[in-house]
Structures are given as C-alpha cells and as structure tokens.
C-alpha cells in the first residue's frame, strides 16, 4: 500500500510540530537565546571587541607609516568604522517584523541565500577564529612578560606554556551560553583595556622621549619601507574588528516597533568608539613620539620602569584578551552548533557544546602555539578579512538595499569606503607576509 495523504489538520499539526522544534533551537542557540541586553552591554562588548591587541601595536604601526600619513589613517579609520557600524546597526531590523541576527544572515538577504554564505561567512570565520588565535598569543606573550617583570631571577618559561595557561582559562569560559552571560566577563575586560591603555600612554609619558630618538622609517630600501607601510595598515585595520561581532550584539537586545533595538544599540556604540578613541589616539601618539621608529610590535616590551605598573599593565591586557576572546568565539560557537544541531540532527545539549568548544578552543590553542607571530598576523589578518567586512561590505549591503541616487552624498561617501576598503584589503596582506616571513627565519618552533 502506498503513502495516504495528509490531511489538512495534520499538515497544519506536523509545521506546528517543525516551527515549535525550530524555536526550541533557537532558544538554546547562543546568539538567540536570551534577548534582555541593556544598552549599556553594547557599549562594554564593542568595547571589549575592539580595543586589545590592536591598541598595543599602534606606535609600532605609527613608526611604519611616519607622522603624517600615520595621524590621517588613524582618523580616517576611526571616521569611517563608525560609520559603517551605524550602518550595521541600521540594517539590522531594516525590514519590518523581523531581525538579522547574524552576519550571514544579512548577506544572504542582500546576495542571496547561496552566494550570501559564500560572500560572507569565510571572511567572518577568518576574521573571528584569526582574532582568537592573536589573543591566545597576546595573552601568552602578557603572562609570559609579567612573569619575567616579578620573577626576574626565576627559570626561563617557554612561550608555548603560558599560551596553554590562557588556553585553560577559555576551557572553562567557553561553557558560558550566551552573550549576556558574559557580560560580567566583558565588563572586566572593557575596564582592563581603558585602565591598561592609560597606563600605557601615562608611563610613556613619564618615561620621556628616549634620546636620540628617530622617526624616519627603519628599512633602508624603497621596497622594504613599502611593505613595512603596507604591514601597519593592517596593524590599523585589526583594531577596528567590532563590526564582525555587531549583528550578534545587537541580537541579544529587546526590540519592538516602538522602542527598536537600533536605538540602545547606537548609544551603546557611539559611547564605546568615544572610549576606543580615548585609548587609540593617546597610546600611538604618544608612544611613537616617546620611542619612536625603535619602538616594539607590542609597545608593553618597550616599557620596563616602573617594574610594578608595567606588570600590572601586563596582567590587565591578559585579562582584557580573556574577555576579548570570548567575544569574537561566540558566533564561531552560534555556527557551530547550528551546522551540528540543524544539519547533523545532533541533539541541543551540555554534551555537544562541551565537545564542540572545547576542540575549538584547543584548536585556536595549538594554532597560537605553532604561530605566535604577533606582528604579522595582526597585519596579515587586518588586511585580509577586516577590511572587508569593517570598510566596505557594510556599504556594499547599503547601496543594494537603500539604493541612494546617483552622486548623492550618501552614494559618494559609499563608494569612497568602498574604494578604500579594496585598496587596504589588496595591499595589507601582502605587507603582512613579508612580515611573518621575516620573523619565521628566526623562530624554532615551540620555542
């Protein structure tokens, strides 16, 4: 006998069934899960996405790029993310009655649901798992410095291991669900980043300008002073990394027609881009006139006096990195457990998420270890995925959405985003290979 068909009440019973299965995953997913976010935790997670690693680069930056153009990337860079994360946090319930929740989902809106994954999914997982491979080594490098500053006379430890102590601290963080479960988590590393940043800056300061000091650029060929140039655009461009986490922070707000989550969401931003430039500006002007072009990729290691703050400072950014890290880990987590519960019929549980993010972290861990090229793969990583989806993919989505008219200065300002966010995804790179090259020479692995 062969199949009977349905009938209509049992149609409407088995869509019943399907939608009540998909709202539980939904529920337990970790960037849909819980929806009470004030506005406030915007502002500490855009915080804490954006000021970490990048910030401790920047007057190493600033002595590959030289004053001038150093000063106008700097404002260039801060003028135009903001204006792309508004941009963001606009299209986000741009049509009435639902959410884009995740990246994706708005590139799959505006691309299409293929070519949308395509577009947007692999320069987002590079940009999110590249991050967590730099902050396991930031925060490897921070715990290995404030143990060589309070225990000058101890043992030498290899970097690997203290890469592995960081490591076992997201072991056990990574097991939080949710977004605003880490707000706790996020709010420590948002005050870590601001008090390290001024210490920084402050200690510069006090430290005076280290006679006699140069500005001119370090490499003493036309070729190398261009690729150094082209490696600090990427420095530049992985400082402003929010834009990849946006979406999901602003997922985890309450939202109706009459209060929209684009309204705490934006006040949240603009709070936390007044706070990244309180930390941005000071640290790479004042440190790139204090030591300039014999300064350090991490300017942390140019600073030595006084022995107690410099590791204090050392054991802020491990902190902020902690908090840093789990920020740009929970989508890469949300993806995961959406392919493993949605595609694989894994069933939602403790079990599945113990599993999948712990191979991830242990993942990031090994990476970290293997590579822990500080400069390059800021620079590398910056040019290469950053660019894309901070400068110019959010204008990108707003001319084929909005559609400004032609020469308007909404369309002009887009396409000059867009013009400099192809010419830095191009050249940053390349500038960031050269630089990994470079230090590879030397390195022994595991070392």
Not at 38 to 52: D, E, L, Q, R
Not at 65 to 75: E, K, R, S
Not at 312 to 331: D, F, K, L, R, T
Request: charged letters at 10%; a positive charge; one cysteine or more.
């Amino acid at each position: 006998m062969g199949n009977q068909a349905r009938s209509p009440l049992e149609i409407d019973a088995f869509i019943q069934n399907q939608s009540d299965k998909e709202r539980t995953i939904d529920d337990w997913l970790p960037i849909t899960s819980s929806r009470n976010a004030k506005w406030w935790y915007s502002a500490i997670h855009n915080v804490t996405a954006m000021v970490g690693a990048g910030v401790l680069t920047f007057p190493y930056a600033m002595s590959e790029l030289g004053w001038g153009p150093g000063v106008a990337v700097l404002v260039i860079s801060w003028v135009v993310t903001l204006y792309t994360l508004w941009q963001m946090i606009e299209m986000h319930e741009m049509v009435p009655g639902r959410r884009f929740d995740r990246y994706h989902e708005l590139g799959q809106y505006v691309f299409g649901e293929k070519l949308g994954l395509y577009i947007v999914v692999p320069q987002q997982l590079v940009v999110e798992i590249g991050v967590c491979i730099v902050y396991m080594v930031t925060g490897g490098r921070s715990l290995k410095q404030f143990h060589e500053i309070v225990c000058s006379g101890c043992k030498h430890i290899k970097l690997t291991f203290f890469i592995m102590i960081f490591a076992s601290v997201q072991f056990v963080l990574s097991q939080l669900p949710n977004f605003n479960s880490i707000s706790g988590v996020s709010l420590a590393a948002a005050v870590m980043s601001l008090s390290y940043s001024t210490i920084v800056w402050g200690a510069t300061l006090n430290k005076g300008k280290q006679e006699p000091v140069e500005y001119g650029y370090v490499s003493h060929t036309q070729g190398g002073t261009v690729l150094r140039f082209l490696a600090a655009l990427g420095d530049v461009a992985f400082a402003y990394a929010g834009h990849n986490v946006v979406l999901e922070i602003q997922a985890s707000m309450p939202s109706t027609p009459e209060k929209p989550s684009k309204i705490p969401m934006w006040k949240g931003a603009i709070v936390a881009y007044i706070l990244v430039g309180l930390c941005y500006f000071p640290v790479a002007l004042v440190g790139y006139w204090a030591f300039g072009n014999g300064v350090q990729d991490n300017i942390l290691l140019s600073l030595d006096r006084p022995h107690w703050l410099i590791a204090m400072a050392n054991m802020m950014v491990c902190v902020h990195v902690i908090g840093s890290y789990q920020i740009y880990a929970m989508p890469v987590f949300d993806m995961m457990e959406t392919v493993l519960v949605k595609r694989f019929r894994f069933p939602p549980g403790l079990t599945l998420r113990l599993i999948a993010r712990s191979a991830y972290v242990a993942f990031t861990m090994f990476f970290a270890m293997t590579f822990p090229f500080f400069g390059g793969l800021l620079s590398f990583f910056g040019g290469l995925a950053f660019a894309p989806t901070t400068y110019f993919l959010p204008c990108i989505m707003w001319l084929a959405i909005y559609k400004p008219r032609r020469f308007s200065l909404s369309w002009i300002t887009n396409w000059i985003c867009i013009l400099l966010g192809v010419l830095l995804m191009i050249m940053a790179p390349i500038g960031g290979l050269r630089e990994i090259i470079v230090t590879a020479k030397n390195y022994t692995f595991y070392s």
